[in-house]
Every structure is written in structure tokens, then in C-alpha cells.
């Protein structure tokens, strides 16, 4: 299988994981998890495992899944899923970089084209099928393993298992990768712990990674000794504050019922919590926090809030976190000035730039919301594949009375998550506003480009059509 035709698959899937409910787009884990994977890749160019080929043909993306359970996992093409449940249990950073360094050694060694050859027969719909409906067993364990597709009947987990070989490989490569991007291979051995522990208590049903990754003594034993070899490495890396919060985070939002919500917004209530060390309790202050905001119950909220703010001043990175979490609560109870006076400059970050805009939208005036559709259009030159930043976009340009370039900013929305045909009809609407003349027939600029990306996406369609 060529790069390219493994990235065309992995496109595929893609289209079909974003369009999924449990697809998640919260900026600050986004952020937070992609800043990991942006280090694993940069190590493994470094290193030579990565490719210039695949650097410039594979999408480098990562996709975050609601879901509660334990799983990552590498797609064709250069995706990454990661699922909150992963990130809800990692104690720091090294312990989710072992976990993404190993996948993306899947990635980079090619072990899901060299898995897919196995089997020449299948047309990539039907493996993009294939894997589909392989995560979607991954999250019910009692589902049918077995699933006809296209007439054929096949068995879904011993399909898409790979090798152990390639997992040697990737524990290899995985773990070569994230101690040279800094981090500490500590994370590797006190996750597979972590993991033993997990397939001890036999419960591997919220472990689905568990099942992907058998763990076996020579696996363990590998990496045992791989660590031993580094001086002074027996000691379990601490959790740091912003890392404690973001695991509080996951929890709160991958949380899909009122019982869990009710727990973790008593937990700073409980007499256990005073005996808690100040990470753990800033932890538990930041989860109710968004736990009582799934519950608008607003002055509990607050309350956590007001609670967590001493605990994190000796943390820039945790302040920030308790900063955007008063700017998120505050905008959801009707006071959007906090949120509005985020900075939108040069070198803005993203959870800033979005949570921002929604802030400066929510507060109204055509200037503010011309400025905002500025700042996002200078986001989306650099990150075209921001579908989220486009939506918002296209809600800043219809605030600002300019509803063609909010329309063109819908279509690219659409393209940046595979949605051809979605795309084409807004670009359509677009042509049509231009033709009944008006201001919008006046912005001939905006108007040339979206004949040009009309018929641009038009191939592309033709295209994703031909491949079915
Ligand atoms: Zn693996």
C-alpha cells in the first residue's frame, strides 16, 4: 500500500470518526495532547524513523474520543485516536507520551499498511469499514466481534490485531522516540504497571487498549531492562499540578452520567479531602468545578473555582487552566467580558483564540465581531484543517454583516472534516448569494476564491466518489 493510498484511507475514516457524537473538540485537552504528539514526531524525524515522505503525506492529526475507556490507537494515514479515558488515568505526561510513542511507531514503521496487505482482497471502503466497526466493538465488549460487511463475514478483533512482532517493534521504536523528545521512560514501565494492574483485577472490559496490547512478561521484561540501563531512573515521575487538572478534566467531560457529576462535585466536601495533598485537592476542586457546570449548578461552581485559585499559583501552567475555567463559567452564566478580554494577538494560543471568540460573539458590536473574524482568519491560513476555528469563523463573519465569507467559511469547515458533498453545498448557496447581486456581489475577491475552491472541492468529491 502507498503513502498515498494509505492517507486517502485514513481520510476516510477520518470523515466518518468526525462525524461520529463521541468526537470531541475541547481546545485545552486538544492542546494538551497534541502538544505531546508534536514532540514524539519532531524525536522521531530526528530520529529517522519518521520519514520526509510521510512527514509531508500523512496527516499528523490527532482525534480525541469522549469515551470512558482506556484506549488509543493508531489509524492509516497518520491519525491517532485517543479516547478521555486514557488521559483520565496517565499520572503525567511521560505515561501518555509511552502510550502515543508506541502508537506512532505503528504509524511510522508501517505495520497497519503491512497489516492490511495480509489481505490484498479488500477494497479500502471495506477496510475503512473494517476498522470502523472494529472501534465500535472496542466500546461495547459484548458486541458481536463478528460483522458482515459487504456480503463478507469477518471476524473484527483478529483482523486489525497486530503482530507481536510489531509490537516488540513498536516498544522498540516507542520508547527510542520519547526519551530522546525529553520525557522519561519511567512513564513506559509505570504505565505497563498500570496497565498489568488493570488485567490483573480482570476488568479489562474499560481496558480496551489492554486487549489490543496484550501484555505479556517479555514485553514487560523488555522494558524493565531497557530502563534499568539509565542511571538514577527507578523513581516514579511526580504528577504536576497542570497535569493533576487535566486528568480532572478528562474525567468531568468523558463523565456520562449524573451519578459519576454528583461524585466528583462532593468530592471537595468529603472529609477525605482535607487530608489530601494540594495537587490532589486542586484536582478535585477543578473537577466539580466542571462537574457542577454539567449540572448548572452554577454557585457550586463558583464555589470550586473561588476554593482552587490559591492552589495554583505556584503553576503558570495551572494558572492558566483555573483562568479559562473562570472565563468557560463565566460566559456559561451570562458574563462574557472575562472571556472576551482574552488575548487574540500575535502568538495566541488556541484554547484562548476560541473560548475568546465565543466570548467577544456572546458581548455583540460589529467591530468586536470584525476583529474576532480577522484574528481566526489569520488562525486558519496556518491551520486549514481547523474545522472548529472555520465554524466559528463563519459565525464571527455573519456577525460582522459579511454572510458570504461566512458562508465560504461554513464550505471549508465542512472540507476540513472530509464532508465533500456538505461543502459543495454551501459554496453553491455562496455562487447563488453572488448572483443576486448586492454587497455581497461587491466583495469580488471573496467571490473569485470561491469559484476556485467550488471547483476545486468539486474534484475532490469526484474523487472520494471514484474510490467507493
Ligand atoms: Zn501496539
Redesign the pocket.
Known sequence: MTLGAERRLGDQIARELYRDPDYLDDPVLQEYVEGIWQQLIQAARQRGELTPDQDERFAWQVLLGKDRQVNAF?LPGGYMGVYLGLIAIVANRDELASVLG??L??ITQR?ISRMMSKDSQQTPLLVAALILAALAASKSPDAASALVVGGQALTVQNQLK?SRD??RE??RVGYGVMTQAGFDGQGFVTMFDKLQQASRLNDNGAYPYLR??PLTTERIADMQARQELRPGSKLAVPTTLEHALIMARARAISADNIELQRQRQAEPDGAAFRQQPPVRQAQALYGAALASMQLRDWQKARDAVNRLQPLVQSSPEALRLQRLLVAELDLATGKPATAAALPMGAGVRRPELLLGTQGRLALGGVDQAEQTAEALQTWVTVHPHDGTAWQWLSRAWGAAGKPLRGLRAEAEAQVAHFDYSGAMDRFKAAQDMVRRGGSAAADHVEASIIDARTREVASLLREQAAQR
Open positions: 493508531a508506541h502508537e511507531s505503528h505495520h497486530f510489531m509490537e513498536a516498544d489490543s496490547h
